[in-house]
């Protein structure tokens, strides 16, 4: 199988400058490096109708190409729920009937790390089980985990250890889970290159575990600085004009666009109009910013 790269956008809504920055950095990271590069449509939770489709007339906006077929989550679920099923023949998984807020206020288990799942329904007796499942709350499906943290190696950050408890991988309301999905559908499309934003830095040492548990070599990561508005809370669409759409509208065109995105990752310099083979062509992972980029009103002007 080809080793490949991928670009994961849940189809929730129009991508802004913050993922189409990630989605540069993704597609950078495997076409300089000779690798597929694959989009996937993670769908599990609420979409947007249409959003897939403006999502990608964005991207190739950009100049970004991809392998075909785009793949869609919701394609899979009989691929998920088997390994579902073969982990819990295998006796590695538990029902869990708790709420949110009685996992919040349980008390932790000893030498769990904070945060942890507190174990409650990791050794129900048969009547426990059958007591809650009489009392009618539909059972979460967690992984019974062998260990309390997990190391992965990370190209921008180095080697992180994270908490690895027993996590959520199909959901009381039958859905795989996205932690579970997103190893299935790496592994099955030669992803051995994640590159994504760094607020799922604390998932990684859970979906490297999975993936090993599951036999499948992790892959390597690449967790990249957000983008955040002039408060410095992450960017929403809430900030103005942050999409192609509503920079177009103000006279922002693409070009501008692309090319601020790459003034903020020091493959452009102020004001010059680049392309994306460009930027292909200078492009150093060493020397990406460790920084948020701070994306103030003022950033696409001019
Ligand atoms: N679907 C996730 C998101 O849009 C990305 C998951 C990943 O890259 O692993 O935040």
Request: hydrophobic share 45%; net charge negative.
């Amino acid at each position: 199988m080809t080793a490949a790269g991928r670009f994961a956008p849940s189809p929730s809504g129009t991508l802004h400058v913050g993922n189409l920055r990630t989605a540069l950095l993704a597609w950078l990271f495997a076409r300089t490096t000779g690798r597929a590069f694959w989009i996937r449509m993670e769908n599990l939770d609420r979409t947007a109708r249409g959003a897939d489709v403006q999502q990608l007339a964005d991207l190739a906006a950009l100049g970004i190409e991809w392998d075909e077929p785009v793949s869609y989550q919701t394609d899979r679920l009989d691929v998920y729920r088997s390994v579902i099923a073969e982990l819990t023949d295998a006796g590695e998984t538990f029902e869990c009937f708790c709420t949110r807020r009685e996992i919040l206020e349980a008390p932790s288990a000893p030498h769990a790390p904070d945060g942890a799942y507190p174990g409650t329904c990791r050794n129900l007796t048969d009547a426990q089980r059958a007591e809650k499942i009489a009392a009618g709350r539909p059972p979460a499906i967690r992984l019974r985990a062998a260990v309390a943290y997990f190391t992965v190696s990370d190209t921008q950050l180095g080697e992180y250890t994270g908490m690895v408890d027993d996590f959520v991988i199909c959901r009381g309301d039958g859905i795989p889970a996205y932690n579970l999905a997103v190893v299935i559908d790496d592994a099955a499309q030669g992803v051995d290159q994640v590159v994504r934003g760094d607020d799922l830095l604390s998932s990684a040492p859970r979906q490297a575990y999975l993936a090993t548990r599951l036999g499948h070599p992790p892959p390597s990561y690449s967790h990249v600085p957000m983008v955040l508005n002039n408060k410095h809370i992450r960017l929403s669409k809430r900030d103005g004009a942050v999409t192609l759409a509503d920079l177009a509208a103000a006279g922002v065109s693409t070009a501008t666009v692309l090319s601020r995105i790459a003034e903020s990752l020091g493959l452009a310099d102020h004001g010059e109009i680049v392309d994306i083979a460009a930027l292909a062509s200078r492009f150093d992972p060493a020397a990406l910013p460790r920084e948020p980029w701070i994306v103030t009103p003022d950033v696409f002007a001019g």
